[in-house]
């Protein structure tokens, strides 16, 4: 510890504030501590007493009500992610590439596989007493998926990948026999 004080002499004056930092000065007892702040000391006003006491827990009405309003967020999720998704694809453009590409994939996987997992993303919230309004809350999301896959199937449309005009199927139209045919003159 000698050693570093004798290096201490020609060093800067915050060098040595940093090996001995100032004690904090003790707060008065006149201004009040931040609304949420728990201090270190161990004894508090009067009232704090009342706030340490245990919570009831919540009544059966209270979790079926609150497993209601997540089973709504969850739900409604999808539908919360769609301008970002519909973005994406805008910008990606029309073309063919690696990233309009992916864009097209994510766009159908990701409703697919929502679709396909319905019950396992309400399986935590499921329960007697709320099974009428979980299956609303069911439709509202699978509704939501199939939005989203409709945007997927909006890209693909402006790609130009749907087939939705005659010369798309030309291969199953039938040959036309002419009845008259013409050839050149000698």
């Known amino acids: 510890m000698a050693d570093s004080k ?3 002499v020609g060093a800067p004056s915050w060098v040595a504030q940093l090996e001995s930092p100032l004690q904090a ?9 931040p609304p949420g702040f728990s201090g270190g000391s161990g004894h508090k006003k009067g009232g704090k007493d009342a706030k340490d006491k245990l919570r009831k827990p919540p009544t059966d009405e209270e979790m079926d009500t609150l497993k209601l309003k997540k089973a709504w967020e969850v739900a409604l999720a999808p539908i919360k ?17 690696i990233f309009s590409i992916m864009m097209v994939f994510m ?3 990701n409703p697919l596989m ?3 997992n319905t019950n396992q993303a309400f399986e935590r919230f499921q329960n007697e007493s709320i099974s009428g309004q979980m299956i609303q809350v069911k439709l509202v999301y699978v509704a939501c998926q199939l939005v989203a896959l409709a945007v ?8 130009g990948l749907l ?3 005659t010369s798309d199927w030309l291969m ?3 040959q036309r026999n002419s009845i008259d045919f013409s050839t050149t003159a000698l």
């Open 163 to 165: 087939p939705t005009t």
């Open 25 to 33: 000065k003790a707060k008065p007892s006149s201004i009040p501590e």
């Open 107 to 109: 766009a159908f996987k």
């Open 114 to 116: 929502g679709l396909v």
């Open 172 to 174: 199953w139209e039938a």
């Open 6 to 8: 004798q290096a201490l």
């Open 152 to 159: 997927g199937v909006w890209k693909v449309n402006a790609m």
């Open 81 to 97: 992610a769609l301008p970002m998704t519909a973005i994406m694809m805008y910008m990606s453009g029309n073309s063919l590439q």
